[in-house]
């Protein structure tokens, strides 16, 4: 079982910077991982990828540029939100699958999932 553990969600301002993380437990298993985000009344979202390398990200079209998707040896997985806007407010929501390689935009090719942490971008 793989239990994913996320933190640094927050209120910013318009413009600003916030780095979410999700720590990965219950296997020494580097996993394939993701991000990401739902509002209310929307379908999720893909955000970010990694594959399970670190040679491949993948970045929704409206993130690049300001967020940077990294992960740690230890299958700590970081976004780095920079110049965050209004419309960058969600829940955003880690995922990760032992079995998936390649970096995905798919939310149901993983497994497991974090309980989410909440993004509000607001003045």
């Known amino acids: 079982q793989v239990q994913l553990i996320e933190s640094g969600g927050g209120l910013v301002q318009p413009g600003g910077s916030l780095r979410v993380s999700c720590a990965a437990s219950?296997?020494?298993?580097?996993?394939?991982m993701g991000w990401f985000r739902q509002t209310p009344g929307q379908e999720r979202e893909f955000v970010a990828a990694i594959s399970w390398s670190g040679d491949t990200t993948l970045y929704l079209d409206s993130v690049k540029g300001r967020f940077t998707l990294s992960r740690d040896n230890a299958n700590t997985l970081y976004l780095q939100m920079n110049s965050l806007k209004p419309e960058d407010t969600a829940v955003y929501y880690c995922?990760?699958?032992?079995?998936?390689?390649?970096?995905?935009?798919?939310?149901?090719?993983?497994?497991?999932w974090g309980q989410g942490t909440q993004v509000t971008v607001s003045s």
């Open positions: 995922a990760a699958d032992p079995s998936l390689v390649a970096a995905s935009r798919t939310d149901y090719e993983y497994e497991y």
């Open positions: 219950g296997s020494f298993r580097r996993y394939a």
